[in-house]
């Protein structure tokens, strides 16, 4: 085959392969991804497997079911690649081996086991930088395929849902973000059974919006609440509206939606970050407050009396107030329900603020990015009370930054 001047063979076969997914991808079903990778990489004397990480993020599930296991996130190739976003080389019967991170933007689905051909170093960037696109390829099909088909779905889980979490789960955005000027990362417990917490969040027009929700209950009727909130603060806020608006949007709702002679509700911190000065306004509806921290420390809590629960009719009584706080560059807002903080042991004692905060830094300080700090923090929270969660614990955080970013992405 004849290709165009000064483009070099090896580049033409990798631009060839990464078309043919492309292209081929528009009629096919989710089942079909792995095949037409490998159709893509055979040219490239390659083949790749692709390994998606479970909701709990314990272990990376093979899509492929051929007998093979599952790969623990602790202490195997595989998991350090996932875990801390890098390229990791091994060699396995002989060969060479690349595990790479798969990422849809910055939320980290899984890994990709990639066999080199023979002779092909492991170590030479222009490789290396080529393995990163066709892993950022798959993960963009991935995402795309998974609304068409259960197969993505089923691999991810190693537990059945409840009702209410498969409904949850459809409502709440990706678990990590990043953009030049923020980071933001979530992470919510028992995955397969939470009902009455939440999250959301937006980067638009130079702000970042977020939003932390804890129903009453951990049932269905909770995640049914915690929805409504989360859809009526999330089209208040399509709309242009601001805090207030949101929350007294979100408290008509509920109120509205309410049987007579029940109580139901929700807690919510709202908040919406400018990227550029780093003024970041909030709004707190009887939510625990967050916790600003700042060079390896809690410097303070965002703890100004706040309204009640939204559900409860208050909003319409008197408006609530939408407080301010200046973030210096670095800082980072911590955004958290009580099922983590009110966690307990088997003699009683509460995981508590301190033991959050100074195990978010501790991570933060290994250089780990931002969602896995939260997956090993949510890890603790649960083995501090014996891997049984008596309430929904979830974790959000939100940082402005221009430096972070780096931590996203594998280096290459």
Wanted: charged share 20%.
């Amino acid at each position: 085959m004849a290709y165009p001047s000064g483009v070099r063979e090896e580049d033409a076969v990798w631009q060839v392969a990464l078309t043919e997914v492309l292209n081929r991808a528009h009629l096919a079903t989710p089942d079909q991804v792995a095949d037409i990778v490998d159709l893509a990489v055979a040219p490239l004397a390659m083949a790749v497997e692709l390994y998606l990480v479970d909701l709990g993020q314990r272990e990376l599930r093979p899509v492929r079911r051929a007998g093979e296991p599952a790969l623990s996130v602790q202490a195997t190739a595989a998991g350090r690649a996932f875990a801390r976003l890098e390229i990791v080389v091994a060699a396995e019967d002989g060969a060479a081996v690349l595990w790479v991170p798969v990422l849809d933007g910055t939320e980290r689905l899984g890994a990709a086991r990639m066999a080199l051909p023979a002779g092909a170093d492991p170590h030479d960037p222009a490789l290396r930088e080529r393995c990163w696109t066709l892993a950022g390829l798959i993960a963009h099909l991935v995402v795309g395929k998974q609304a068409y088909g259960d197969l993505f779905h089923r691999v991810r889980r190693t537990k059945p849902l409840s009702v209410a979490s498969e409904l949850l789960w459809q409502l709440l955005p990706p678990t990590a973000f990043a953009c030049d000027r923020a980071v933001i990362a979530a992470a919510m417990e028992p995955y397969d059974r939470v009902g009455g917490d939440g999250y959301d969040y937006a980067v638009d027009d130079g702000l970042a919006h977020v939003a932390i929700f804890d129903a009453m209950g951990h049932d269905l009727p909770a995640g049914l609440i915690t929805s409504l909130a989360l859809a009526a603060t999330r089209n208040a806020r399509r709309a242009g509206a601001d805090l207030v608006a949101a929350a007294a949007l979100a408290d008509e709702t509920i109120t509205a939606h309410r049987r007579s002679g029940t109580l139901v509700y929700a807690t919510a911190f709202l908040a919406s970050l400018d990227l550029d000065s780093g003024r970041l306004d909030y709004l707190n509806a009887g939510h625990p407050p967050p916790v600003v921290l700042r060079q390896g420390r809690g410097v303070r809590l965002l703890d100004e009396p706040g309204r009640t629960p939204l559900g409860l009719a208050d909003f319409q009584q008197a408006a609530p107030p939408v407080l301010h706080e200046q973030l210096q560059p670095g800082d980072r807002v911590l955004f958290y329900s009580d099922g983590v903080v009110e966690a307990r042991d088997a003699a009683g004692t509460t995981f508590g603020l301190d033991r959050l905060v100074d195990l978010t830094e501790r991570h933060e300080h290994a250089g780990l990015p931002a969602p896995e700090t939260l997956r090993r923090v949510v890890r603790a929270v649960l083995d501090h009370q014996g891997g049984e969660l008596q309430d929904d614990a979830t974790l959000l955080m939100l940082e402005w930054t221009t430096t972070d970013q780096a931590r996203m992405l594998p280096a290459l």
